[in-house]
């Protein structure tokens, strides 16, 4: 049997279908979802929440004349379906496929990128603003949910919406939940506007007719009608009150379940609205679009509705792998995977907090996908989830280390981008003992350039007073971990997401010695010197053992392995220097093994430019060592998304072949031009 989905090239063909035609498009829609995303995963619930709204959406408004801008973007897909890409939807976030988030070079409907939260009524009051300029005509709408706006930027462009334009359409989707549960004050707020007591007691007045009447099927179908009526009733009533006409209530000044935040910020509040009620979204989307003032929209909407397993776990199903679709379990890693480094920086955090009560533990948002969620249960007072809030996470935490605390803060490494002045300016320069912990600092392959971690090494190493590590495994890391809280300054690790080396942890951390690199593996004891057998063709001959250097930082230890191998394989000698520090980075071992180097090489998961090899060619040129190097990290441009970091790996030349090559072409030139040169 056909369905309307299939007829829907192109959002115009979304204005032509009925309520009724709708509302089924919206359960072919939600089937889909559930469907196409099984085999490799995705933020499933919350788009499952958005599908009537979007619809609505493309329902009232025009795209890519009218402009959306979703917060984080994450929850696009059902927008993705409408806008012509529906044929290529399971491709998502697989390589060569449709982008897991907002993409201007995808689609003109979408007019912004993001992946980041917090940004959508930033950027929207811009194009509103542009347009005002302009003298063009067309909506914009900024899309956002209840933890976007626990972000300090979006109450940035709040408090300078209504001073700015007079026509800016913002609709908060309120499911309540961030990832896992949304916390702090603006939640419970939320919460109030939504449990307004009036709403309930008209639904109970509701209930109580119902239960007198007999319990058949068609009472059921009522009742649920009628509740589906009800909230629009209470929502358009709501809609039509003034502020001043509301009544007082508990806190004197209409505080509660009114709209005060956004009312004293200039923009009009509509709600709470049912954001499942496709008639009554319609309408209020209508009134939205003729109105001349500011307004936020607050929906209410259920996070993985129409998915059973979704809805028992919204928090699993926000962004998840592969799942079976019939019991909603995730497919599980195969047998002998190693345990992830997120779960075991929980129970390290754990441990470790067990025997020093000046510890706390802060994450923004991300308790699971951290693993800082072990703390929230074994301690809950020594752990903070301070919303989708970085900057202040880490001020917080520089507070809390002014006054004798030693704070662990994990955040992913693309979202310390946020806190690099606090970093700079709360932290470090007031030397601060703040332990950063960066997860997911190299590639999220599936999520693409918003989430690599691929530039904390650049940004993070020039600032002062910072102790900066990166565990080449599991045993390493922690006793990384256990040796940044017996320091008095602030300490960053970095590490990747995902499985682990495999290796065994000590039973007691060791307390490493601060800026002293691991010697992995020597120089071969008789080793032969390198001789250029065939200078008159201008081409280096490999005709006795070169010695060349390995440096792999951090996860990059089992590519520096394999490199080694290949090279000895081929009659190089090697030796192997497990950097530990990027700052302070060990000059004595490193200089010692590269005075007696023909190549050095190093690897990274960070951006070449001002990485761990610079930092490596900066110290040896201080040294007037001219020892060649080749770094091995990412180019200086964004990588894509993948379905797996292999293939970016491959593609960007991350490899010990790719290694091997360019030291080929080193050893191809002249000896006296290779001696300077950085490749
Ligand atoms: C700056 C930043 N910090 C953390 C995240 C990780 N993150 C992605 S989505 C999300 C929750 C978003 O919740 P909400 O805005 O309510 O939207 P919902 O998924 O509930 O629709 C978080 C914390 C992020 N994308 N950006």
Request: proline share 5%.
């Amino acid at each position: 049997m056909s369905r309307y989905l299939d007829m829907i090239d192109d959002p115009s063909h979304v204005k032509k279908l009925t309520i009724a035609q709708l509302q089924e498009l919206a359960g072919e829609i939600r089937h889909e979802l559930i469907t196409k995303l099984a085999p490799q995963g995705g933020h499933l619930a919350s788009n499952l929440g958005v599908v009537e709204l979007t619809i609505a959406l493309h329902y009232v408004f025009s795209t890519p004349v009218d402009k959306f801008i979703w917060d984080v973007s994450h929850q696009t897909y059902v927008h993705k379906l409408l806008t012509g890409r529906k044929n290529r939807f399971a491709t998502i976030r697989t390589t060569g496929g449709l982008s897991g988030f907002a993409c201007p070079a995808e689609s003109p409907h979408d007019c912004f990128g993001s992946g980041h939260a917090g940004t959508a009524l930033s950027a929207a009051l811009g194009f509103a603003a542009a347009r005002d300029k302009l003298g063009t005509n067309e909506n914009v709408i900024a899309i956002f949910g209840d933890a976007a706006l626990t972000n300090g930027i979006s109450f940035e462009a709040l408090n300078n919406i209504a001073t700015t334009t007079k026509r800016f359409i913002g609709i908060l989707n309120d499911n309540a939940y961030s990832i896992d549960r949304n916390v702090g004050a603006i939640a419970r707020y939320l919460n109030k506007l939504i449990t307004h007591p009036s709403f309930n007691r008209l639904q109970r007045d509701l209930e109580r007719l119902l239960k007198r009447m007999p319990k058949s099927e068609i009472t059921l179908k009522l009742r649920h009608k009628a509740e589906e009526a009800l909230k629009g009733v209470v929502s358009q009533a709501s809609l039509k009150q003034a502020p001043e006409e509301r009544e007082d209530e508990f806190d004197g000044r209409a505080g509660y379940g009114s709209s005060l935040i956004f009312e004293e910020m200039g923009l009009r509040y509509l709600g709470p609205i049912d954001g499942h009620n496709l008639p009554l979204l319609i309408d209020t989307f209508e009134f939205a679009k003729s109105c001349d003032q500011p307004i936020v929209l607050h929906l209410v909407t259920q996070k993985g509705k129409g998915y059973d397993a979704a809805i028992q776990s919204p928090e699993k199903f926000h962004g998840i792998g592969p799942y079976d679709i019939k019991t909603g379990d995730a497919i599980k890693p195969a047998p002998g995977t190693p345990p992830t480094y997120q779960e075991i920086f929980g129970e390290t955090v754990v441990r470790l907090c067990e025997r020093d009560t000046k510890l706390v533990g802060i994450t923004a948002a991300m308790p699971s996908g951290t693993g800082l969620k072990a703390l929230a249960k074994r301690f809950p007072d020594k752990y903070y989830d301070v919303g989708i809030a970085e900057e202040h996470a880490v001020i917080f935490a520089a507070g809390m280390a002014a006054r004798g605390f030693h704070p662990i803060v994990a955040i992913y490494s693309t979202f310390t981008q946020r806190a690099y002045d606090c970093i700079i300016h709360d932290v470090a320069l007031q030397k601060l003992p703040v332990i950063l912990c960066m997860d997911r600092a190299g590639l999220s392959a599936s999520d693409g350039p918003t989430h690599h971690g691929l530039f904390d090494v650049s940004f993070l190493r020039c600032v002062p007073n910072l102790i900066f590590m990166a565990p080449k495994d599991e045993d390493e890391f922690v006793d990384m971990l256990f040796t940044a809280t017996q320091q008095s300054l602030p300490v960053c690790i970095r590490y990747p997401r995902g499985p682990a080396e495999g290796v065994k942890i000590k039973d007691k951390p060791e307390l490493l010695q601060i800026g002293k690199a691991e010697v992995i593996k020597s120089w071969t004891p008789t080793t032969r010197r390198f001789q250029t057998s065939d200078s008159a063709n201008n081409v280096g001959v490999v005709s006795d053992s070169l010695k060349v250097l390995l440096i792999p930082l951090g996860n990059m230890m089992s590519l520096g392995r394999k490199t080694a191998k290949l090279l000895e394989e081929q009659g190089y000698d090697t030796a192997i220097i497990n950097p530990r520090f990027i700052k302070p980075l060990d000059a004595a071992t490193i200089t010692y093994y590269a005075q007696s180097a023909d190549a050095i090489i190093t690897f990274e998961d960070n951006v070449i430019t001002g990485g761990f090899g610079s930092a490596v060619m900066e110290l040896l040129s201080e040294q007037k060592i001219f020892t060649p190097l080749i770094r091995i990290g990412w180019p200086d441009q964004f990588i894509e998304h993948a379905d797996s970091n292999e293939y970016l790996r491959q593609k960007y030349g991350i490899t010990p072949e790719v290694a091997f090559e360019k030291l080929k072409d080193l050893f191809a030139q002249p000896e006296s031009k290779h001696k300077f040169q950085v490749v």
